[in-house]
Structures are given as structure tokens and as C-alpha cells.
């Protein structure tokens, strides 16, 4: 028997690879310019500004290193975190720079603190996605790697920012969505996901039969797809009684990211173990009579 009967699934999308090189790199750089500026370079006009940019960023790479190190749910943590110390940054580059320019930056902050009341009206949106997202973390609705439904898209969450939730479905494509609009959510990796199978069979078939043939192959149905089945395939009964034939229902335990490949892949094993033991499955029939002359 075929180990699989549906057409090829699509291959496993590669792991990203990780930005710890990168922060290294900023890392030394700005060690690199602290040193220099800070020691050698010190009376320059041009060190305030420079050892400032260089803790910032210091700092800013010195936090995503550890925040990668993380992972679960902590790493769902991270990840928003990563998020908030990223503006940081940009903002204090920003200040740093004014200041350099000889703008006061201190009554800047001041006129920004009443302005912040101004645009907070105009920037409800925001302030709500941002609100949102914080209830999100804390509540543990969802974290990276948990897969969700939400309205008709399915897919696995693969950040959570400030603002926004990006979830990319099996093809690979991505659907961002802003924290405040993500209501009547549904988290299918909080409990065991099952593949299901629903096939007919005709009034005439055994049931103590079926369930005998089923049990006797049922081990070597799961070690061909031991891949991908989690436990052995069951046969949960009859499902319903239809016009031409008997609905039974069968599932197996599978990851949710398998949860449609695996249900392809128990069809198959189904169809040719049923033809294998002259199981019937019914199928609607056309009979035309020809009218003598």
C-alpha cells in the first residue's frame, strides 16, 4: 500500500536564520566607537554624540542577543519586547542627534508631552492596538508558534509586535493583522489536534467485520505514516445513516500543522484498505432505461 495518496505535500519552509550575527556585529561596532570617542577622541566635538549612539545601540544589540535566547512562551515575550526596545532606540538616536544640533531637547519633551494629548485623539487606533497587544501578553491568548483561525484564514503566528500579529498560512503567505482587530480569534494548538475521516460504506457491510479488518491493519497504517501520525488510527462508530450508505467516522492524532496532510493521507489508506477486503463504498447511480419501439 502507497505510504501516501494525495499529491505532494509542499515542502517545509526553512527556518529563519537568526540575527545574532548582526547584533554581534552592531555589538562591536559601537564598542569599538565608545573606545575610540570616549577615550582617544574625547575632547572632539563630535564624542558626546558619538558615545551616546554607541550606548544606545549597545544596549539596543546587548537585548536582542538575549531576547533570542529565549523561547515559548517566554519567547512570545521577546519577541514584543523586542518590538518596544527598537522604538527606544530610533527615539533616543533621534534625541541625541537634536541635541547635537543644538536643539533643546529638554523643552522638546515638554511641548511632545502636550502634543502626545492632541494626537492621542487622533491616534486612537493605535494606542488601542498597543493596549491590546499588552493583554494579549499577559493574558497568553496566543504566542509565537501557536497556530489560529481567524475569520476565514488559517495559519501559524510568527510574531507578535506592539501593533500587530503576523500569521503566515501552509503556502506561505502572511496576513498582518493590528491587535485590535483581533476578536472571535480560535487557537487550534491549545488542545490535541485530530485528522478526520468520514467515508461511507454499503448497508450490507458487517460492522463487527469492518472493525476487524480495521484493527488488523491499523498498526501498519501508523507505521507507514509514522511521520506524521501521532497515535494509532481509531474507528469512532457510525456517524450517520445516508440514502445510499452507512457515514463512519475515523480520526488520528496528528500535529496540527499536519492536520490537512495527514487527513488526505488516512483517506488513501482507507480507500485501498477497503478495496483490499471487498468493502464496498457506495456512490450514486444513474440507471437509463431504453424505451421499446
Not at 515542502?11 to 548582526?22: H, N
Not at 542577543?65 to 512562551?73: G, I, Y
Not at 531637547?105 to 488601542?128: P, R
Not at 505514516?225 to 463512519?248: A, H, T, V
Request: hydrophobic share 45%; aromatic share 8%.
Amino acid at each position: 500500500m502507497s505510504k501516501e495518496m494525495q499529491s505532494p505535500a509542499a515542502p517545509e519552509r526553512q527556518p529563519k536564520k537568526s540575527g545574532s550575527a548582526g547584533y554581534m556585529v552592531i555589538l562591536a561596532a559601537c564598542v569599538a566607537l565608545f573606545a575610540v570617542f570616549g577615550y582617544f577622541l574625547r575632547d572632539n566635538k563630535l564624542s558626546p554624540l558619538a558615545t551616546g549612539l554607541a550606548v544606545v545601540w549597545s544596549l539596543f544589540a546587548a537585548v536582542q542577543l538575549l531576547l533570542e535566547k529565549l523561547h515559548s512562551h517566554a519567547k512570545t515575550v521577546s519577541a514584543m519586547l523586542s518590538s518596544v526596545v527598537k522604538y527606544g532606540a530610533v527615539i533616543a538616536s533621534i534625541l541625541f542627534l537634536l541635541n547635537a544640533a543644538g536643539v533643546d531637547t529638554s523643552t522638546l519633551l515638554a511641548a511632545a508631552g502636550i502634543a502626545s494629548l492632541i494626537v492621542g485623539f487622533a491616534a486612537q487606533s493605535l494606542i488601542e492596538d498597543v493596549i491590546t497587544g499588552i493583554f494579549i501578553l499577559f493574558e497568553g491568548q496566543y504566542k509565537i508558534g501557536d497556530f489560529l483561525v481567524l475569520g476565514d484564514f488559517r495559519g501559524q503566528v510568527i510574531d507578535i509586535g506592539v501593533r500587530t500579529t503576523t500569521i503566515e498560512d501552509a503556502g506561505g503567505n502572511r496576513k498582518i493583522v493590528n491587535n485590535s482587530d483581533i476578536r472571535n480569534v480560535q487557537n487550534r494548538s491549545r488542545k490535541d489536534s485530530y485528522a478526520v475521516s468520514k467515508v461511507s460504506v454499503s448497508y450490507d457491510t458487517k460492522m463487527s467485520r469492518l472493525r476487524e479488518v480495521f484493527d488488523a491493519h491499523r498498526q501498519e497504517i501508523f507505521e507507514r505514516n509514522s511521520d506524521m501520525f501521532e497515535d494509532l488510527p481509531s474507528f469512532n462508530g457510525i456517524q450517520e445513516f445516508q440514502d445510499s450508505g452507512i457515514l463512519l467516522h475515523f480520526s488520528v492524532k496528528v500535529a496540527e500543522k499536519d492536520i490537512f496532510r495527514a487527513q488526505r493521507v488516512l483517506n488513501g489508506e482507507l480507500k485501498e484498505l477497503f478495496d483490499a477486503n471487498g468493502i464496498e463504498i457506495p456512490f450514486p447511480q444513474v440507471v437509463v432505461h431504453k424505451q421499446q419501439t
